[in-house]
């Protein structure tokens, strides 16, 4: 998690505004970002600064919201271990309550 948090610092110090690519649809975007995935860096440099800077931007943007993504989902998988982890203690704690209590035999089993 600590790991996903600091890639998500380093693309957020680039600053690309949240409404950047708001207007662009989904696949746009997907293709622009594809397309610098398989490019490697020298052909990317040769681009012209309009279409190398779109692409790259287009990468970052889209690579911050996997990021976020997976934030949350490993955010809900932490939650989910810490209630069953929780869930657990309780019922451990109850089970000892349970074989401490003196005469729980005819307690528990009055006719």
């Known amino acids: 998690m600590l790991r ?17 690519f708001a207007n662009v649809s989904t696949k746009v975007g997907a293709s622009y970002r594809q397309r610098v995935a398989v490019e490697n ?23 911050r919201q996997e990021l976020l993504d997976t934030l949350v989902e490993l955010l809900l998988d932490l939650i989910h271990r810490l209630g069953v982890r929780a869930e657990h203690k309780v019922e451990k704690s109850v089970l000892q309550e349970i074989k401490r209590v003196a005469g729980k ?3 528990l089993y009055v006719e």
């Open 4 to 20: 996903e948090i600091q890639k998500l610092k380093t693309i957020e110090a680039i600053g690309l505004p949240d409404t950047l």
């Open 41 to 63: 860096l020298h052909e990317i440099k040769r681009h012209p600064p309009e279409i190398k800077y779109t692409l790259l931007a287009a990468f970052c943007w889209q690579r």
């Open 105 to 107: 035999q005819r307690i």
